[in-house]
């Protein structure tokens, strides 16, 4: 460890480093797209057009029958009427010959009757067919080069090639095609802290130890654009390692991709290496995340180098922003666009000026409205893009939207997607998930965003959900989520049902350590409490019990550490940043922590309902009513699901 | 050849005829998604789980530090401000330590201070850091599973498989995961006549021989949707044959696919393999193009068999139809919706009653409107898939779309690439297709249709096009386009620009085996001509002709053969089917004809003055007033390019 670094980076707007970047490539001539290579059809699938196509044959070769019928001279069926049919000699060069269709038309003949409009006059000579009207010459005549013909323009040169496309290359002669070379790109990981997978599932972790996938994701991005990706071992923080390692990759690559020691840290080794072996074009963007990236070209080749910051979010979007439209440049094809959406944005979002901002959000129709609910904008949480429906680009002269204002999302789905999710707002529990599994199976997507029960009522009302789990409890009367809807949501129709009761208690540390009996001990000096977010119907529910001890809430040691998820609550007693906290006997059991439980509530579903009523959310309501989600809840510690769909109001 | 065939298909509609598909694989317990099988992460790209994926490590496995700086106990840093700021003594186990980002939290501390609000009292003692702010408890510490905590639901069942997830399942411990089996899919060409297309570009093709590539475009497509194909090689038209290859097929496949002898033709064994070893479900839906489609189930395995119609058209949509929702069923994910879109029909379509049709069509944005064009509706003419951007459907119950009515398009395309199409509808020249190929190196897609010269002006009358090529002669003037674009034009500001000019006279065959000298040969009575449609420049051209020569049109034997192309006249005098027609040297040429030149045209572009100055139409001007596209052309044989670009009015 060295405090040997630089403390900035620049800060180059967007367009400006693609600038330096294009320019640098088109002086060393590499930007373009790459020359052709000869595939058989059967391996072009998905390949990109190097030249156009001329047919090479014309289709059909031939004047073709179209149908099953008989060829005959049309001249020789002037006459013939319902009324007066006419008769034609069936055999080779008389006046009728059968013919399949896309058998070629004898060279006699200048058109087909359909079989449907011949009579046989003697099944057994077959030796005359009758005609009842006459035919035009060509009628039913594929005349050659009805498709193609030889010499003419088949496909244009990048073109991405469709199973038709290759279906009408071969049609006209093309037995190979000349595609465009993929372009190599070297994937490098580096960090002496990182472990693969592999070892992670068999060794176990160390702290300190992180696995390493960022490798794995921008590989899977560049197959996924059309590149081919060399993936590189990890290359531990060493200045002459990773640059031997860039200089033998920048030599046989189209690109290298050096992940990691990019920020501004100790380990910023990328800039200095990139310096060493060639320019350096840029080393920090206005962008976020992602702001540490470094751009460049290296060796005598000017192969182009970037540098990927390490955060996994900041990683994956470096991706999508740098490299997938270089390789699309490269294949000749223009850089993907996501589907767009306009959405109303569910909160407030502050932006620093000075940079583009890139924030992830879900995305749900909520009847009439389209509504963009942001994720964790850490650039450490890689759940936040795995769970992201798309992108809003906050620009870099804003200093953020206000909730409920317009803005343009870039779809990672299928815009149909949007319209077949359910969206949660509301209190977590770990059977919402299993919920959406079995709603996966109906087709349907389950959108759920922790934001307590308060919040969920909250989101009801601003029309941001179909509908939330709630568990407020009311101090007055001792029961549950009635008062708070109806104080909550006075002019909406809803209804209240109940999923399920379940345990709550105090998490601890297995074994008790620390001799925890029950909330009185919270107001102990050795006891470290972990607190739930105001609006969570747990952090109601310890309040309620801290009033009825006369406890003050400025006593308990950790108050103020607030969590978001019963699981966040377990992990800071597993990991000893906390003592206790209170939870679900299910989060408890999933870390083997202790349990004490103290309390069995009513957990309910608050829907709209405009939205019990929908087509959309029927299948939730048949799993609740049927007994396979009520059997695989029921195998969990601290559920109870008798009450399970029993209409509250 | 035989006669012994059924006449009759049934008609049953799409719906029914997917009902009892969908039945019988019910009750044979086909109907289900497939298993699951373990993968490396690496392979696992654009694959669907099989099950959901909860998480085994947390990440981060440890409190990490969020920062490059030092990690501190929060309480020593209270009352540090600017005017007083606080010592704090370096190492472990002291007060500050100097950690990297992803470092572990020291298990003594509690928050992070960023190396840039930390100053060294002595660069060379290195032993305290002065700090001028307090930080509260957990300042920039990534808590213990702040992304992902073990036992959490990382992945639900059904998921296709981005980047991004890969990253995520890696990063929560998994190295494989269970995605589904790919569906397996057996492809059986079926055809005597049928030739591959290796063999075709090494020994040519005999008449009739058929160039057999349905079966790749079905393995493509199953590719493409995520199956595996298996494409077996063509099977002659033998009843026994192709019952052992369905046989052995359906024995290792999850579906079979025989293509051709589904027709109600004489090699129709489909339908009768079906019934024979196993049940007949359906043998004629009414759908077109694909009416003759078979459905069943074979074997004891009740594996399903779809019998594909031969028709190129027919046998793509086939797969579209009843292929793509099966294989997604199977994967567990919804099928594929295509993006939609709301466009104006350009020309009436009539549909016959009783059958849901497929349209082809090409789309594009014209001004304010979106506007979709029919392309030729021949189930042969696989080259109107290749160019279509999409499909329009018109419904059983419909007897067609009136010219001007709004539609539904299913595109085949981005919708982003229809915004950077120019569309042109006109007279068409094989130099129109060069230009195309320099507009996709500009990023610019170029749709062209043929309707003739006059054709093309009642399309920018309608505003269905961006611009048209004419090429139309004032019998009056002697002079080409202008009368015509004021009379057909009066209200559209228009630029009328010289493209080039052409020679045009008689294609004749080779040799001119029938000694014609002009056009007043073309009253002979062993003179057969062939003609282009109403409307177009080369129509009027002979009209203008025959007329100054007094030949009356009745007169020409073929007057009323009309072609749509100068390829297709082309290839009708090739062929023998006629033995001269008008049309342009480069045409002739391309097919290695004689040519017989008496007349060099104007061939002019007709642009609304609006798409003249826009943006979209800017890399065409800038290609005619280049060097580049003058000079190809000048290498063709029958051009003049002195006046490319000169505007005319």
Redesign the interface.
């Known amino acids: ?1 060295s ?1 040997n ?1 630089k ?1 900035y980076l620049e800060d180059i707007p967007l367009d400006e480093a693609w600038r330096r970047f294009i320019a640098a490539m088109e002086s060393s001539g590499l930007w373009k797209a790459l020359p052709g290579e000869d595939l058989p ?2 391996e072009a ?2 390949r990109v057009t190097a030249v ?1 196509v001329w047919a ?8 073709a029958s ?1 149908m ?1 019928g008989y060829a005959v001279r049309s001249m020789d069926t002037l006459g013939a009427t319902e009324t007066a049919p006419k008769r034609l000699r069936i055999g080779p060069d008389r006046q009728a010959e ?7 038309l004898p ?1 006699w003949a ?1 058109a087909i009757i359909q ?2 409009h011949t009579q ?1 006059i003697d099944e057994e000579a077959d030796e005359f067919i009758e005609i009842q009207a006459s035919v035009a ?2 009628t039913a005549v ?18 991405l090639l ?7 290359l ?2 006209c ?3 190979t095609v000349s595609v465009r070379r993929r372009p190599r790109v070297a994937v490098i990981p580096t960090g002496t ?1 990182l472990v693969t ?2 070892q ?2 068999q060794e176990g ?1 160390k ?8 490798s ?6 560049v ?2 654009w059309g590149g081919e990706p060399t ?1 590189y071992p990890i290359v531990v923080d060493d200045y002459e390692r990773i640059r031997e390692t860039v200089r033998e990759a920048a030599a046989i690559h189209d690109l290298v991709l050096v992940n990691a020691g990019s ?5 910023d080794f990328t800039s200095s290496i990139v310096e060493e072996l060639g320019t350096l074009l840029v080393h920090g963007v206005a962008i976020r995340p992602g702001h540490p990236v470094v751009l460049g070209t290296v060796t005598d080749r000017k192969t182009p180098i970037i540098g990927v910051p ?1 955060y ?1 979010v900041s990683c ?1 979007l470096t ?1 999508e922003i740098f490299v997938e439209p270089l390789l699309s440049h490269w294949l ?1 094809v ?1 850089s ?2 996501k ?1 767009k959406l306009k959405a109303t944005i569910s909160r407030k979002l502050l932006s620093p000026m000075g940079e583009d901002e890139w924030v992830r959000v879900t995305v749900g129709r909520v009847g009439e409205r389209t509504v963009a609910a942001p994720l964790s904008r ?1 650039a ?4 936040s ?2 769970r992201a429906d798309g992108i809003v680009r906050i620009p870099r002269f804003s200093e953020g939207v206000e909730a409920g204002r317009e803005v343009n999302v870039e779809l ?1 789905r ?4 949007i319209d ?1 999710t359910i969206v949660h707002i509301g209190s977590h529990d ?1 059977c919402l ?1 299993m919920l ?2 079995y709603l ?2 109906a ?1 349907r997507l389950f959108s759920s965003a922790n934001a307590g029960s308060l919040g969920g009522l909250m989101a009801l009302r601003r029309g941001d959900a179909h509908l939330a789990a709630s568990h407020l409890l009311d101090p007055a009367t001792g029961e549950y989520n009635i008062s708070y809807v109806k104080q909550y949501l006075p002019n909406i129709p809803v209804v209240l049902m109940t999923f399920l009761h379940r345990e709550q208690g105090l998490i601890i540390a297995p074994g008790n350590p620390r001799g925890i009996q029950g909330l009185s001990d919270l107001v102990r000096d050795d006891v470290r409490y972990v607190n739930r977010q105001r609006g969570a119907g747990t952090r109601v529910l310890l309040d309620y019990h801290l009033n009825k001890l006369g406890i003050e809430p400025e006593r308990v040691k950790g108050y103020r ?1 607030e969590e978001y ?1 019963h ?2 609550v ?3 007693v ?4 906390a003592d206790c906290g209170l939870g679900i006997a299910s989060a408890a059991h ?2 083997q922590l202790d349990f004490l439980p103290f309390e069995k509530e009513r957990y309910d579903l608050v829907i709209p309902r405009i939205y019990y009523e929908s087509d959309l959310l029927q299948p939730l309501l048949d799993l609740i009513h049927g007994p396979v989600l009520r059997r695989v809840v029921n195998e969990l510690p601290g559920y109870d699901t008798t009450s399970m769909g029993t209409i509250v109001v």
Do not use: C
């Open positions: 460890m405090k670094r403390f059809l059967e699938l998905g156009p090479t044959l014309s289709s059909p070769g031939y004047h179209a099953d059968y013919v399949d269709t896309g058998d070629p060279s200048d079989i449907e046989h010459p060509w594929r005349p050659m080069g009805e498709d193609m013909v030889a010499t003419e323009l088949v496909l244009p040169a990048n073109r469709k199973p038709v496309d290759l279906g009408a071969a049609g002669g093309h037995a802290e997978v592999e992670a599932a972790l702290s300190g130890d992180i696995i390493e996938y960022n794995l994701v921008l590989s899977s991005q197959r996924q993936r920020s501004a840290g100790s380990e390490g996994p994956a991706g000749g223009p993907k666009e589907p850490g450490g949480v890689i759940t893009l795995v990672y299928d815009p149909s997607d077949r770990l998930d959406s599994q996966a199976d087709g550490r998820t699981l966040a377990a992990v800071a597993q990991s000893g940043a999933a870390l």
